[in-house]
């Protein structure tokens, strides 16, 4: 009876919001790390810069984003005539806060020759004190675009700098910043977890430290890891990033099993957001994320030259 009053709520509420949406003109996005109920009611799902891309292109006039504060940023930044909206502004990431622009400009100081580059997972203020940034897909390749005798100087996570490091061959000094939920996944534990499953492939997210990485069987991204799966034969897999993405998998893939290489890997940010606060934050157009002009305006360069390499 329980759950069937939760599912009654969980619809009423669904059907709310999307009265609100479209009251509003508005586009909602969904992170895969998000709750299961929340990427139900999105328009968009997917890694944060494709989600701010997607929504760029729409008419909506509003963006509501299911994620992350970082996220919500880079939103704003791709689309500075539209009003973007994080249901939840508690939501942020220890990975981020581990670089603060202050901390950054102080590095820059000491390292003036050196090119930065910032993955997508930092503040709008620290975009805006890079010469690029990079997603988890492309970071090797927009390293690669470096010139050798450069110094790269990679912030805000270390396990994604060593990765790039090794993969384009060029020098680069990392930031001490990692994700809390990759970055606690043992070699330990992923090769008891490969014992308990033998047939299964391994698929290993970059945040996660090299020890891991070098058991993997992929190596990539969210969507590159999305992607994988869809593209391969097997039908077993070790998923080996933040456990929200074993929805999208499971919902597109039923016929295969996948395998947590953790059930610690749970990141408590993204599972701040309920329906409840998506449907406030659509009908008070509040809490709303803004990027000053001048940090707007420097961050899209980093932006920009990133996407004009990965193209």
């Not at 760029?56 to 880079?74: H, K, P």
């Not at 910032?118 to 203020?125: G, I, L, R, T």
Request: proline share 5%; aromatic share 6%; hydrophobic share 40%.
């Amino acid at each position: 009876m329980l759950q069937k009053t939760k599912q009654l709520t969980l619809k009423k509420l669904t059907e709310e919001i999307q009265t609100w949406k479209e009251k509003r003109k508005a586009v909602i996005l969904a992170h895969v790390y998000q709750p299961g109920e929340i990427q139900d009611i999105a328009d968009f799902i997917g890694d944060s810069l494709y989600l701010s891309q997607q929504a760029a292109q729409t008419q909506a006039q509003v963006i509501l984003f299911c994620g992350v504060r970082f996220m919500a940023e880079t939103a704003a930044i791709l689309s500075p005539e539209k009003i973007v909206l994080l249901p939840e502004m508690q939501a942020g990431c220890s990975m981020a806060d581990m670089a603060t622009a202050e901390e950054v400009a102080k590095k820059i100081k000491v390292m003036p020759q050196a090119t930065v580059i910032s993955y997508v997972n930092s503040f709008a203020a620290v975009k805006a004190l890079s010469d690029y940034c990079c997603t988890s897909a492309n970071a090797v390749e927009v390293a690669r675009a470096v010139s050798p005798e450069k110094e790269i100087l990679f912030i805000p996570d270390k396990n994604l700098g060593q990765f790039a490091a090794s993969r384009s061959e060029r020098k680069i000094t990392r930031w001490r910043g990692y994700c809390a939920a990759h970055n606690s996944l043992s070699k330990k534990t992923v090769l008891k977890r490969k014992q308990e499953h033998p047939q299964a492939l391994l698929l290993v997210h970059p945040e996660c430290p090299p020890a891991v990485c070098a058991l993997a069987d992929y190596i990539g991204s969210t969507k590159g890891i999305l992607d994988f799966v869809k593209n391969s034969q097997a039908v077993e897999f070790i998923i080996a990033t933040e456990i929200g993405i074993l929805y999208p998998l499971q919902k597109a893939h039923p016929d295969k099993c996948f395998y947590p290489a953790s059930e610690k890997m749970v990141c408590p940010d993204m599972k701040l957001i309920t329906p409840e606060k998506v449907l406030a934050s659509l009908k008070t157009l509040t809490p709303r994320v803004k990027v000053p002009k001048e940090i707007r305006q420097k961050a899209l360069i980093a932006l920009e030259r990133m996407l004009e390499i990965s193209k």
